[in-house]
């Protein structure tokens, strides 16, 4: 029947209306977009290449690539390649372990491959039956999916493989940490409720599982702790273990193993013991059997992550035991089964009359030595916590003995949380590039955590997760960038903020020269602007208590060290924290160079003055100001600069799709007015002390003081449930 010519044209609008919408990118596809290739040189060359593609593999691994190799050709040029598991009549990609005969019978590639870790891949070119093969080739399936997903980036940022290539990751576990508690509430999570939707599991596999796995594969993350480190015994109950199954037997193929936190009273808890005390032999035969239990369930399961004796988490020293009592115990359950423990040395208190900043040293220094061989002290970057800036924690370089686990913040606790775009490679970079000048004079923080300093064959790097079940993972659509910075630096710490932010660009949003110059920009402004709009100068945790959204520089009462003034000092002599031998003498914790560097006022870097020092308003600064004057400026120009993303931000509107252009120009909105609130009161407040006026060259504050130190937010996000 031949449908009326009104009745045709309202369903090609319809039909046109609809492809509009599935146009529309809502961030869901990630750094994965596969979206088709414009330019037709490259799309021949890409074409050429997958015309067939041998995949010599049986794995689950080599089934996922074939997967993943369909969806981006799909995607890319519109068909899927042809996977042939034909060995004598290949014409295409050759992709192959040193299982396989092409690597086997070919002994200069074996050798190559051969150099390569268990994780590593190569790309090269292999010559048969007289043509030139593109070849990804691995020792193991999961080198040959790390390899894969390197050659899909490059595919899609536009390059062609023209030389051999080979990458192993610089550090061997490469894990999220996940805050996520099992009412689904994420621990400063900004991005939703947890993706674990523990109450479906395990009968329910959602998609989202196997997109996070393969999102964490295609940056070279492997391995997932799942639950937050103020753990909840009850993961390690039966049903719980099922679950936990559950997600392990969907991760497994992508290469990513799981973890858990294990609560330290989980013995009288969830056990029926009376104690936990790690030296009673009950409770050590608990855990043994619990980790037997977990590894019948999940044989690669990879080990605990521990918070304990912090923040009011049960540890062994409940029962006069060392750090050291608590994790060899844990270390001796999971050894047979080679797991690893990562005990964390984020402890303080405030019964302890002694500067925050030292007491991780102070307790985990004298036990440098007395670790089980697989434990792993997981050190935050810093000595206080995830702020905008830190020095390097002391403890880098300070446990010879001791293996060393380095740990990031992915999500933005202190930097703005899910409203500011505030790129972290710089922040992770600052960390690992640090000199520590322990143990040789050229160590950097990297060289400890990586494993060369002492010459380690196992190494940890954790990011604290950003992933909430919002549409786009992360919230904020930046977020992104800092989950995959973190992937990459992971893998490879040499690489340059630079280069991680314009291949993600590339990758997320387009090859336009453009947009690639303007977004890697802004990317790379966005950390300096953070710490200036924030707490410049070396400035800290003068956020709002407890939820730490916003400026709370008058926050007082309390805990001492939970408080803001415990960390300005501000009065009427001047402003910061005196860790020199005058003061809390924090500094003899590192290095005699960094602690003379830093000691010195003429070399400590300005960024870090005021974490080290307690200074007058008129102390000139570098510049000639004081410090007063350059203070505010830099407030001010905190808030400059916020601006200009935006206008960049602004400047590629006609370049990007509509619905992550105004989320991400909306977001740069609020950040903006976040960042003037940030200026206006603390330097409102600090006024009061330094009693000066403001220089006459920025713009000054305005608002009301008593108007900002009013302000309640009951509901911000990602506060601990028993704060509430
Ligand atoms: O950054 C602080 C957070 C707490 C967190 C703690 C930690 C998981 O404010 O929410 O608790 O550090 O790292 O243990």
């Not at 290449?49 to 089934?63: M, P, R, Y």
């Not at 800092?482 to 893998?491: D, E, I, K, Q, V």
């Not at 990007?656 to 609130?677: P, S």
Request: aromatic share 12%.
């Amino acid at each position: 029947m031949k449908m009326k010519k009104p009745l045709r044209v309202f369903f090609l609008l319809i039909i046109l209306l609809c492809s509009f919408k599935i146009q529309a990118e809502d961030g869901y596809e990630l750094w994965l977009r596969y979206q088709p290739v414009t330019n037709s040189q490259h799309k021949e060359y890409i074409q050429s290449l997958f015309t067939e593609v041998l995949i010599d593999d049986n794995s689950a691994t080599a089934k996922v690539i074939k997967e993943e190799l369909d969806r981006a050709f799909l995607g890319m040029l519109g068909n899927k390649p042809t996977i042939i598991q034909n060995l004598t009549t290949y014409t295409g990609l050759i992709i192959a372990t040193s299982e396989s005969q092409i690597v086997k019978s070919n002994s200069t590639l074996l050798e190559k491959v051969n150099e390569l870790s268990n994780e590593g891949f190569l790309i090269d070119f292999v010559n048969s039956q007289g043509q030139k093969h593109l070849a990804v080739l691995a020792k193991k399936p999961v080198g040959l999916l790390y390899g894969s997903f390197y050659l899909l980036r490059q595919l899609q940022a536009g390059n062609q493989i023209e030389h051999a290539y080979s990458s192993s990751p610089k550090i061997k576990n490469r894990l999220l940490n996940h805050w996520d508690n099992l009412d689904r509430t994420v621990e400063r999570g900004y991005a939703g409720f947890s993706i674990w939707d523990w109450h479906k599991l395990p009968g329910y596999i959602d998609q989202r599982y196997i997109d996070y796995a393969r999102a964490n594969a295609s940056i070279g993350i492997n391995g997932t702790v799942l639950t937050n480190v103020n753990a909840n015994a009850l993961v390690l109950t039966p049903i719980y273990i099922e679950k936990v199954k559950a997600l392990a037997d969907a991760f497994r193929p992508y290469g990513l193993k799981v973890y858990l936190t294990a609560r330290f009273s989980a013995p009288i808890e969830i056990g029926g013991l009376e104690t936990a005390d790690p030296l009673e032999p009950e409770v050590r035969n608990w855990w043994k059997s619990k980790t037997d239990e977990l590894y019948e369930a999940i044989p690669d399961f990879g080990g605990f992550l521990v918070k304990a004796n912090s923040e009011g988490q049960p540890g062994p020293q409940n029962y006069n035991r060392t750090h050291a009592d608590g994790a060899n115990m844990l270390a001796e359950a999971v050894v047979p089964h080679g797991g690893i423990v990562m005990w964390r040395a984020f402890v303080y208190s405030h019964e302890v009359p002694e500067d925050r900043a030292k007491q991780a040293n102070n307790e985990f220094e004298p036990l440098d030595g007395k670790f089980n061989k697989n434990v792993f002290i997981q050190v935050k970057n810093g000595a206080i916590d995830f702020q905008p800036r830190e020095p390097f924690h002391p403890l880098f370089g300070k446990m010879p003995k001791t293996d060393l686990a380095l740990e990031l913040q992915i999500t933005q606790e202190y930097l703005g949380q899910g409203t500011n775009l505030v790129y972290l490679a710089p922040l992770f970079k600052e960390c690992l590039d640090s000199r520590t000048y322990l143990p040789k004079n050229e160590s950097t923080v990297a060289d400890i955590i990586d494993g060369t300093a002492y010459n380690r064959n196992n190494s940890v790097i954790a990011g604290v997760a950003n992933i909430g079940n919002d549409r786009n993972w992360t919230g904020h659509l930046f977020g992104q960038a800092n989950w995959f910075a973190f992937g990459r630096l992971a893998w490879d710490h040499t690489l340059s903020s630079g280069e991680i932010a314009k291949e993600w660009t590339k990758l997320t949003f387009s090859n336009d020269d453009d947009v690639v110059q303007k977004v890697e920009e802004l990317m790379l402004a966005s950390r300096e602007a953070c710490v200036n709009y924030m707490t410049p100068l070396g400035l800290h945790h003068i956020m709002g208590r407890n939820h730490h959204y916003g400026p709370g520089p008058w926050v007082t009462g309390g805990r001492p060290d939970w408080t803001s003034v415990y960390y300005h000092k501000a009065d009427s002599a001047g402003i910061g924290f005196d860790r020199t031998k005058t003061g809390s003498n924090a500094l003899s914790q590192y290095a005699p160079q960094v602690e003379k560097l830093f000691t010195i006022l003429d070399t400590c870097p300005e960024k870090y003055l005021l974490w080290f020092h307690h200074l007058s308003w008129d102390y000139k600064l570098k510049s000639g100001k004081t410090l007063w004057d350059g203070l505010c400026l830099k407030y001010d120009e905190g808030v400059k600069s916020v601006g200009e993303m935006l206008t960049t931000w602004q400047s590629l509107e006609s370049k990007i799709d509509n619905e992550r252009f105004e989320q991400v120009e909306a977001l740069l909105n609020i950040q903006k007015e976040e960042a003037v609130w940030w200026k206006n009161s603390c330097l409102l407040y600090f006024q009061q002390f330094s009693q000066k006026d403001f220089p006459a060259s920025m713009n000054a504050p305005t608002g009301d003081l008593e108007e900002y130190k009013e302000m309640r937010f009951p509901y911000a996000p990602g506060i601990r449930p028993t704060w509430k």
